[in-house]
């Protein structure tokens, strides 16, 4: 079973509309963290957030807003107005404890096109 | 500047050739790590480093080699056993190996056959 799932694959917005990007995760550790990161056509793949289990506040940054509810196991991302610098795929991940180490669980991506 | 570099960009592999993907980093991270990404795909770990002269297989090892002599370098071989090698391929590191440690990443590189 996929430990992370991003059901959009690809999301075509017109500039200044607001987008979601959902993810879903699945773990039985009380303890884990949620990361979303961006990857532009260049390849490199950004950091934008991280997120430990304890914490659900919701986060605003910019344009940029993440909704993790732990009732629901989702950790959406939110992009207000959105630009044409947007388009990207995102994916979400998750880390968790595996023996020693922070196994990165990482969804398939979110293709986002934002149109002019 | 701190950060990850990755050479080539782009690598040409000829059938029955082994190729060495170049990673290093300047963030005095303890941790790295190989990835592979097919098109359409999340990131799969091919290899990872907690510590200099120590790494671990990841879930697609097979056809892959690795050495970790330095900290600051954990180059990645892709061997002719590696059957289907065609893949972007991502380096990260982290500071640690905790649950809470963020991996960043390097710009990449495009293996393609000939």
């Known amino acids: 079973a996929q430990k992370v799932t991003q059901a959009q694959t690809e999301i075509s917005v017109v500039e200044k509309e607001d987008v979601t990007l959902d993810c879903v995760y699945e773990?039985?550790?009380?303890?884990?963290?949620l990361f979303w990161y961006k990857q532009p056509p260049s390849g490199e793949l950004v950091f934008l957030i991280r997120r430990n289990s304890f914490d659900e506040q919701n986060e605003i940054s910019g344009r940029y807003s993440w909704n993790f509810q732990k009732s629901t196991s989702s950790f959406n991302f939110t992009i207000t107005a959105s630009q044409v610098v947007d388009s990207a795929v995102y994916f979400c991940?998750?880390?968790?404890?595996?023996?020693?180490?922070?196994?990165?669980?990482f969804g398939s991506g979110t293709k986002l096109n934002v149109k002019p | 500047d701190g950060g990850i570099t990755q050479s080539p960009k782009y690598l040409f592999r000829k059938e029955g050739q082994n190729v060495t993907l170049s990673c290093e980093q300047n963030l005095n991270h303890d941790a790295m790590y190989w990835y592979r990404q097919d098109p359409g795909q999340g990131l799969r770990l091919i290899y990872y480093s907690q510590i200099v002269n120590d790494f671990q297989k990841g879930d697609i090892a097979e056809g892959y080699s690795v050495s970790r002599e330095k900290k600051e370098s954990f180059p990645l071989t892709v061997t002719s056993a590696q059957k289907n090698p065609t893949a972007f391929y991502l380096c990260?590191?982290?500071?640690?190996?905790?649950?809470?440690?963020?991996?960043?990443f390097g710009p990449g590189t495009r293996l393609l056959v000939l």
């Open positions: 991940a998750l880390s968790e404890a595996e023996y020693n180490f922070n196994k990165f669980y």
């Open positions: 990260a590191s982290s500071m640690g190996t905790g649950t809470q440690e963020t991996q960043y």
């Open positions: 773990t039985r550790d009380t303890t884990y963290y």
